[in-house]
């Protein structure tokens, strides 16, 4: 059982890479709706106006989402998008009551936390940042 256990543990950092890749994977597509309409177009059928903050958060959204698709500058990236979810959510959605679930905000809470841990944890071995060496392990 301790051999299982090791090497189940030895996976942690290629989980990380997993993880952090599949959350910007479905975190991207909503830069994509209110910039582009694209794969379905926002409620009022039009792209988000120019410099409003629903356009800037879709850029951030886009552009982030896809650098953490990479893993090129996670941790800053990261630690940004992790803000403005948690912007997102107070302004948006808890106003409509306590329970993210109940309240429309259950993915910006957990995006916000994932992102927030993937800013202290780093990109992981399958990440740009790994391969340029800017990856570095919390034990440097």
Known sequence: ???????????????????????????????????LGWPFPMPEGNAAPFMSQIWIGGVLELVGGLLLLLGLGTRPVAFILSGMLAVAYFQFHAPGG???????????????????YISAAGAGPLSIDSLIGRQRSPED
Request: with cysteine; aromatic share 22%.
């Open 1 to 35: 059982m301790q051999q299982l256990c090791s090497k189940w543990q030895s996976w942690t950092p290629w989980f990380l890479s997993i993880l952090r890749i599949i959350a910007a994977f479905t975190f991207f597509p909503s830069g994509t709706v209110k910039l």
């Open 98 to 116: 306590f329970w993210p679930s109940a309240n429309g905000g259950l993915p910006a809470v957990l995006f916000c936390f994932i992102f927030l």
